[in-house]
C-alpha cells in the first residue's frame, strides 16, 4: 500500500541538521489507513489524541548556554494528518544549535509548525530538565492477560479471535505483548495496550491471541490503536469502549495513542518499559 512515504525520511540515510528546520517536518494523511477499515474522518467512532513524549530537546539560550526540556506533544486524533517520527526526530534535534529568547518562544514555535503540519491545534508543554520530577513508572490498571496460559502458533493479524458473551460487565485489562512492524522500515515496535470497556464480556483469551496477532502486521502505532477500538467494537459491540497504548521509546520519543467514545482523558505517567 503506498501512504506517500516514499519521500519520507524514515529508512533512509539522513543528514542531520543542527539549526532549525520547520521543513523537516513530514506529514502523513490519517485517511489512508482509516479508508482500510471503512473509517470516515467526518463520522469517527471515537474521540481521542496523540501523546508524544520527547526527552532529547535543547536549544540555545539568549547568551548562547544549552537549555534541556521535556516536551508533550498531544496531537488530536481528528487532524488530517500525523507527523511520521523520524521527520518529528530531525525536526527536534534542529532545534540544537539554535538560539531562542525563552522557553515560551520555543513552545510558540512548535505549536505553530506541528499544528501547520497536521492541520489541527497541537497543544506543547516544555518543562526545564531540572525541573521535571521524575514520574515513577507504574502498572497499568485492571487485569493483566499476559499470565494467560494459551497455546499460540499464528502471528498473523487475526481479529476473528475476538469474540465477547453473557452478562455485561464494566472491566479494565492489559498486555504488554503488543508488538507491530513499522509500516515504512519493518522495524519493530514494541508496547503495552489497555482497553477498558462496559458490554458483553469479552473472552480474555481470544481478546490476547488477537493482540499477539498484530506481531507482524504492519502499521503506524496510531493505526494500531485504531485498528484494534474499530475490531473490539465491532465483533464485541462494547456499549462503551477505550482503547489505549503507551509505547516505548525510539531516538527520544515515545507515542501514546488513545481512542475512546466515552473518556477525555489518558495518564500520561511512565510505564517500566519508557
Not at 224 to 250: G, K, N
Request: hydrophobic residues 35%; contains cysteine.
Amino acid at each position: 500500500m503506498d501512504h506517500g512515504l516514499k519521500t519520507a525520511p524514515l529508512g533512509k540515510k539522513t543528514d542531520y541538521v543542527e539549526e532549525y528546520c520547520p521543513e523537516l517536518l513530514f506529514p502523513v494523511e490519517r485517511k489512508l489507513a482509516r479508508d482500510l477499515i471503512g473509517l470516515q474522518d467526518a463520522n469517527l467512532p471515537f474521540d481521542g489524541f496523540d501523546i508524544w513524549n520527547g526527552m532529547e530537546l535543547s536549544w540555545l539560550g539568549p547568551k548562547g548556554k544549552p537549555e534541556i526540556a521535556i516536551a508533550v506533544f498531544t496531537f488530536p486524533c481528528a487532524s488530517p494528518h500525523i507527523v511520521e517520527s523520524k521527520s518529528f526526530k530531525l525536526y527536534l534535534n534542529s532545534f540544537n544549535q539554535s538560539i531562542f529568547p525563552s522557553y515560551e518562544a520555543v513552545r510558540e514555535v512548535m505549536v505553530r509548525d506541528l499544528s501547520k503540519a497536521v492541520g489541527a491545534s497541537v497543544q506543547v508543554s516544555l518543562t526545564p530538565a531540572h525541573k521535571a520530577r521524575d514520574q515513577l513508572a507504574y502498572e497499568l490498571p485492571g487485569v493483566c492477560l499476559d499470565s494467560l496460559d494459551i497455546s499460540i502458533n499464528d502471528y498473523e493479524f487475526n481479529p476473528n479471535h475476538l469474540k465477547a458473551e453473557g452478562a455485561h460487565i464494566d472491566e479494565t485489562v492489559h498486555s504488554h505483548l503488543l508488538k507491530s512492524n513499522c509500516l515504512a522500515t519493518g522495524q519493530p515496535d514494541w508496547g503495552s495496550l489497555l482497553i477498558r470497556y462496559k458490554g458483553p464480556k469479552i473472552d480474555h483469551e481470544g481478546l490476547l491471541k488477537y493482540i499477539i496477532s498484530f506481531r507482524r502486521h504492519s502499521g503506524f502505532a496510531e493505526h494500531c490503536v485504531e485498528r484494534v477500538f474499530f475490531d473490539i467494537q465491532e465483533r464485541c459491540r462494547p456499549d462503551s469502549l477505550t482503547v489505549y497504548a503507551r509505547y516505548t521509546r525510539r531516538g527520544g520519543l515515545d507515542i501514546n495513542p488513545f481512542r475512546s467514545n466515552f473518556e477525555t482523558e489518558a495518564d500520561n505517567a511512565r510505564q517500566i518499559r519508557q
